[in-house]
Structures are given as structure tokens and as C-alpha cells.
């Protein structure tokens, strides 16, 4: 597993331990790890909702200024301050937790914008000990202030995977520390899509990866701007199209729908319909293929009422954004540059 680097400080506060955790998670040892800058009062939050669910808290601080390094101490977790002047990913502040964890069991993978739920550890430790296959356990997360935007509302709907076996997961999961440790770790050089990347190599040595029907978390997306929506849609496309080139090749042919259906719908269509009114205006025709698009999965979504025809509207939308992420990768892959951060908040 990529190790923290050294000149990376770590400060312990009083972490919970033993009898209480391993109680609640049916003598299963579960630690966690939560990564966070700048969360304030729901970094307090998530720290608290594990304090008696888990046995060590490690808190990874990436350049936080409102105080949150020393908030965390207090609260007892263990903090761990990335070293700012390197290239920084989510999946590295992943890696720096897990390197400080020594022994078998499991690890809850947290955002530090997330709260636990207090049922999780037992229900995921629960099913764990009934499907020996499990490498990476995750339940229901949920936006907590679904309704404050129609962006957190498309979060929340995309938190709702279906129940069973599944291909990934996100940032917040249960995960089998010696499988973890087996395929290396986080892949630290990811900017996004670094779970399912984990998750992948994961099924590739024998382990599965499982939705269960449980509470898990509550996440605070804080999505109330049209540009935070789309700098986030943005990201996926870099991530499908990342995905792709690395694994697409694979029997999986992991993310290659996704970065094909961004580059026809998203820059494509546009494209040709633009060229083609050169030559007549009826061309721009082509466009009107959006809105029948938007209307078919609006139909197809019509039991939801209200949010399947925003997820029919979005749906569309966003394929310019993540047309823009795909291309925005492979430019910086032919001029051979390291991608910087696409942050939405």
C-alpha cells in the first residue's frame, strides 16, 4: 500500500477503543478513516457519529484553515496533516489513514462531509460474516438537505444504487483492510473515480463488492450553483474517460459506455449540428434530438415524479460537461501533463 510521506505530522487525540467498538461491531475489529478540509461543524459532526461505532478514529487534514486539525484532536481522533507541497488526490489522504493502521479487520472509508448512521457498523459487520467473499460493504447514503437544491436532489438520487452485488462504490464504504493492502491501496495519481478504480482490482483478485439494504450515511453536498454542478459533472467525464483508457481494454470494458455516450451526446451532436448548418440551416435540427432524448427518460422515470424528469433534464445537460472532461483529458495526456483538482466546492 502507498505509504504517508514522512514529512507528513500526525497528532493523537483520545481515540476510542476496544470494548465498546468491537461490541457494537460483534467483536469484528473496524477502524475508520475520514478525509476532510475545511468542513467545520460537519467534520465535528462525522467525528462524533463515529466515537463508539469504531475503534481508532484517523482523521486526514488536507490544508484545512478553520481550525479543523485542532478541532479533530479534541474530538479525538488521530489527525494526520498531508503535506500540502505535493500533488494532492482524495485517494492519497485515503492511503495516508490507511498506512496508519497495522493488523486485519475492517476499515470505514468516511468523508469528512458525511455522519454515520448508528446502525451501519452492525448491519455491514453483520452481513460481512455471512458472505466471506466481501471486500467492500456499502449501504444507503442520503443528501441531508436533499430538498435545498435541485443539484443535492440529483446527488441523492444517484447515492440510491440498487441493492445487491455491485461493480463500485463510493467515498464512504466498509472495506476488508487485507484486501485493500493486497491490490495496493487507493491509486493516488486518480483526481476522481478513484473507488470504483479500487473497486475494480479489487473483483479482479476473487472479491466482491456489495450494496446492502441499510442506512450508511448522511452527505452534505452543498450544491446550490449551476457552476458547482457542472465543475462535478465535469469530473465524472475526466474520471469515465480515465477509467476507460486504463481499463477499458478489460473484460469489464470498464467506463467505455460512459465515455462514448459523453462524447456523442455531449460534443458529437453539437458539433455536427453546428458543421452541418455551414452547409443548411436544417442541420441545427439535429439538436432537437436533445430535448427527445430528455423526454424519453422522462417518461422512462415518470414513477418518480418531479426528480425523474430533473434526472431526465441533467441527464442530457450534463453530457457537455462530461464531454468536457473526457476531451479535457486526453489534451492533458497528449501534452503530457499531471490533471489538477476539478473541485465543485
Excluded at 205 to 230: S, V, Y
Excluded at 286 to 292: G, H
Aim: glycine letters at 12%; hydrophobic letters at 45%; aromatic letters at 6%.
Amino acid at each position: 500500500m502507498r505509504q504517508a510521506k514522512a514529512s507528513e505530522t500526525g497528532r493523537t487525540g483520545a481515540a476510542p477503543r476496544g470494548d465498546a467498538a468491537s461490541a457494537l461491531a460483534g467483536n469484528t475489529p473496524v477502524d475508520a478513516v475520514v478525509i476532510g478540509r475545511n468542513e467545520g461543524a460537519r467534520l465535528l459532526a462525522c467525528l462524533a457519529s463515529l466515537q463508539g461505532q469504531v475503534r481508532r478514529i484517523i482523521y486526514i487534514d488536507s490544508g484545512s484553515t478553520d481550525g479543523s486539525v485542532e478541532a479533530a484532536a479534541r474530538a479525538g481522533a488521530e489527525v494526520v496533516a498531508l503535506d500540502m507541497d505535493l500533488p494532492f488526490t482524495a485517494a492519497r489522504a485515503r492511503n495516508a489513514g490507511l498506512a496508519r493502521l497495522q493488523g486485519d479487520g475492517w476499515v470505514q472509508m468516511i468523508d469528512g462531509d458525511c455522519s454515520l448512521d448508528p446502525g451501519w457498523i452492525g448491519a455491514a459487520t453483520a452481513f460481512a460474516a455471512g458472505h466471506p467473499q466481501a471486500v467492500v460493504i456499502c449501504g444507503r447514503r442520503r443528501e441531508r438537505f436533499a430538498q435545498a437544491s435541485v443539484y443535492n436532489r440529483l446527488c441523492d438520487r444517484e447515492w440510491n444504487t440498487p441493492i445487491g452485488q455491485a461493480t463500485a462504490c463510493g467515498g464512504d464504504a466498509l472495506i476488508r483492510l487485507s484486501a485493500l493492502r493486497a491490490v495496493g491501496g487507493y491509486d493516488a495519481s486518480l483526481i476522481a473515480g478513484e473507488e470504483p478504480d479500487l473497486c475494480l482490482r479489487l473483483a479482479r483478485k476473487g472479491g466482491e463488492i456489495w450494496r446492502i439494504n441499510a442506512e450508511m450515511t448522511l452527505h452534505d453536498a452543498a450544491m446550490t450553483r449551476f457552476g458547482q454542478w457542472w465543475n462535478r459533472t465535469r469530473r465524472a467525464g475526466h474520471a469515465f474517460a480515465e477509467g476507460a483508457a486504463r481499463h477499458g481494454a478489460g473484460p469489464e470494458r470498464h467506463w467505455v459506455a460512459e465515455t462514448r455516450r459523453a462524447l456523442i451526446w455531449g460534443a458529437g451532436l453539437p458539433l455536427a449540428a453546428l458543421s452541418g448548418a455551414a452547409l443548411h440551416p436544417a442541420a441545427l435540427a439535429l439538436l432537437l434530438l436533445w430535448p427527445a432524448q430528455m423526454a424519453r427518460l422522462g417518461w422512462r422515470w415518470r414513477a418518480e415524479g418531479r426528480a425523474g424528469w430533473e434526472a431526465a433534464l441533467f441527464t442530457v445537460l450534463g453530457k457537455i460537461p462530461e464531454a468536457q472532461g473526457v476531451i479535457g483529458y486526453w489534451l492533458g495526456r497528449m501534452r503530457r501533463r499531471q490533471a489538477g483538482l476539478i473541485e465543485y466546492k
